[in-house]
């Protein structure tokens, strides 16, 4: 076995794979760029070097500084991780030549299905159903939208190279295909080298279900079962879970003994996966082959039992495969959430800054759960614009999928995270939504719940008086330490008053408060109560307890005038006042937002790539006006409505923050 492994990678990947390293006994290097200088995956490595600027095309995708490093450390092996050299068969090629072992498959595996267009050709020939599509080279838009005729929209249009959701637009019309084509073409060329653009027909109401395979280098080659991967904002995976609500075990068998025969016929070795598009009467089509480790890989050790990076490093190092197909087994059922840098208020746009509080939920193993987080950063770290905007992928394992879920809930529900905008609370809205538990879900499933965008989530009913029931406790706590404080006339002690108004958001609820032995005893107008037992104490920013028999975990801050709770994907202000201050409370005019209808807001920290309007220009709703790169990816600004461009206060090349004003109109 290995002595010394090189992870080339960084983040939580990077992590993952040095917590297995150290289990095996096995030496670790990290590489780390200007911006990673004090990275979790510095910290945890035995051993670091440093490799260049910020930028991953001067840093960690430049392989001779990867190979300067696998020198200059001895290393004997390298684990790509996914992402940058992961899928690179110069990369493997180099490493070969020089005598160090490559922790994936062959170059030749690598480059006939890490290359979505030949691994589509290789499909075809193996009798594999594909998507119909056109697989030639690309010269310009204007072909591009010739070709997306002839297919017939919905067209895909992807980046041969690409993966991680870059470099891939899906377009209605030839405007589309257009502006499509151009933004692929520009994000697969800073990210991954190779701007070849191909174009597919886009299958309505999909499902994505990939097969989870693993083959050794001795012909040896089993399928972990599958991952259901339906639920994807712009193509970008953001909960994974195994196995699929909407397989039988029939097509399971049949999904991947064909991904076990696509691997072994381009001599597959190491850790892969066979990407299926499937439709409502179970039909699959092959999509792609990911040459590497999967971001989602944590729910397919979590109910089969096997550590893939493991096996992966094994079978670098010339071991066969611990067991065949038959010993493979599916046990429960897995959940995982992405946590990303990104504000769901403001169009899911990337977030970057200092991780002011970051606090993951407990980890561990229960008799009826457990739950496991990847991360890369740590409190105090920062989120950088230069690289994806992952910040941990919280995972849980129930026996049941209602009971992953219901873990996943309270996972969530307790994860402290602060000083940027993040998906928390879209990850909790959907783990509530309807839909979702039903497991009737497709790629379509945020575009079709939430087309207007994610506007956080209202509590309604029984939900709203829970809270309203913890506002009441907290409520008492504060005024009971405030009846306490020292230096107070004789007999002269203040008596807390039982009665109050509850608002929780725009909600009222007079209430009756009292202490007894058994917690506090909030009853409401309508004479339902609820006993609030809970160990916290003020000062402390996540409640842990029971309202009546439900148990809740609520983030809790006391903010100017009241109180902020943060509940299953919902982000209320809660005010708790006497019933006289409520009464004049309700006579206070609303404060409304200032108008910046006529301004163009930048909707995220970034670099504008290009402006597409001048000043005086007329513009019509709908109509692109620039474009703004931030981690590593191009997003198109649109007109809302049809206007005159008044004046343009940044160009091509400037950095901005968010809510700088790029434009104004008339």
């Known amino acids: 076995m290995f002595k010394k492994l090189l992870i080339a990678n960084r983040g939580e990947i990077a992590c993952r794979v040095i917590k297995t390293a150290r289990k095996m006994g096995i030496t670790t290097v990290a590489i780390y760029s200007d911006a990673d200088r004090d990275a979790l995956h510095v910290k945890m490595a035995d051993e670091a070097v440093h490799i260049g600027p910020p930028p991953a095309a001067e840093s960690y995708i430049v392989i001779d500084k990867v190979m300067q490093a696998i020198r ?100 209605w019309n030839d405007t589309e295909a257009r502006e499509g084509f151009q933004s692929s073409k520009n994000e697969a060329a800073s990210s991954f080298g190779d701007d070849r653009i191909f174009i597919e027909k886009f299958v309505t109401q999909p499902r994505h279900i990939e097969i989870q395979v693993l083959a050794d280098a001795y012909g040896n080659a089993v399928y972990l079962g599958e991952r259901e991967c339906s639920i994807q904002r712009r193509n970008q995976k953001v909960i994974e879970e195994a196995p699929s609500p909407f397989l039988d075990e029939a097509t399971r068998k049949a999904m991947g003994e064909q991904a076990v025969a696509l691997a072994q016929a381009v001599g ?138 219901e873990a996943m809930r309270n996972a969530l529900d307790g994860f402290e995270l602060e000083g940027i905008g993040h998906n928390l609370p879209f990850l909790a809205a959907v783990m509530d939504h309807p839909r979702f538990t039903s497991g009737n879900i497709t790629t379509a499933f945020i575009e079709e719940e939430y087309p207007d965008g994610f506007e956080g989530v209202t509590p309604e009913g029984d939900d709203l008086k829970y809270l309203a029931a913890v506002a009441a406790h907290m409520k008492m706590l504060k005024e009971e330490r405030a009846a306490r404080i020292s230096g107070t006339m004789p007999n002269h002690s203040r008596r807390v008053a039982p009665d109050w108004v509850v608002f929780v958001g725009r909600q009222s609820f007079p209430v009756h408060i009292e202490e007894t032995d058994f917690g506090t005893e909030v009853t409401f107008e309508d004479q339902t109560q609820y006993k609030v037992n809970s160990d916290w104490h003020l000062g402390e920013t996540l409640f842990k307890g029971t309202v009546g028999d439900r148990p809740m975990i609520v983030k809790t801050d006391f903010i100017r005038g009241g109180a902020r709770l943060r509940y299953r994907g919902a982000d209320l202000k809660v005010v708790v006042r006497t019933p006289r201050q409520a009464e004049l409370a309700e006579l206070m005019p609303e404060k409304l937002p200032p108008d910046t209808s006529r301004l163009l807001l930048c909707p995220m920290p970034g670099l504008i790539v290009k402006v597409d309007v001048a000043e005086g220009d007329e513009i019509q709703e709908g109509q692109a006006l620039c474009t703004i790169e931030a981690m590593k990816m191009e997003n198109i600004l ?25 434009m104004e109109f008339e």
């Open 72 to 171: 200059d450390t001895g290393a004997e092996a390298v684990h790509p991780g996914y992402g940058f050299l992961s899928e690179n068969k110069m990369f493997a090629e180099a490493l070969e030549a020089e005598g160090v072992a490559f922790v994936g498959p062959p170059a030749t595996a690598i480059e006939q299905m890490g290359d979505k267009i030949t691994s589509k050709k290789i499909a075809q020939e193996a009798g594999v159903s594909t998507v119909p599509g056109y697989m030639g080279l690309i010269a310009d838009a204007d072909e591009a939208v010739k070709i997306s005729n002839e297919v017939g929209y919905p067209v895909m249009i992807k980046a041969s190279a690409g993966g991680g959701g870059k470099g891939m637009r899906i377009a």
């Open 638 to 662: 649109r007109a809302e409505k049809k206007g005159v461009v008044a004046k343009i206060n940044a160009g091509a090349g400037d950095s901005l923050a968010v809510d700088d004003v790029i």
């Open 268 to 405: 597959y070795t190491s850790a892969g996966t066979v990407e299926f598009i499937v439709d409502g009467d179970k039909n699959f089509y092959f999509l792609e082959m990911n040459t590497r480790l999967q971001v989602e890989h944590p729910v397919t050790e979590l109910i089969t039992g096997v550590d893939l990076v493991e096996q992966m490093i094994r079978v670098a190092g010339g071991e066969t495969l611990p067991f065949a197909q038959g010993d493979v087994t599916l046990t429960g059922w897995a959940m995982e959430s992405r946590l990303y840098a990104e504000d769901p208020y403001r169009g899911f746009l990337p977030s970057i800054g200092r991780l002011v509080r970051y606090r993951p939920p407990e980890e561990g193993h229960w008799e009826d759960h457990c739950v496991r987080n990847d991360t890369g950063v740590f409190e105090g770290g920062e989120i950088s614009m230069y690289y994806d905007p992952m910040i941990a992928k919280l995972c849980t394992w129930a026996p049941t999928r209602a009971g992953a879920i």
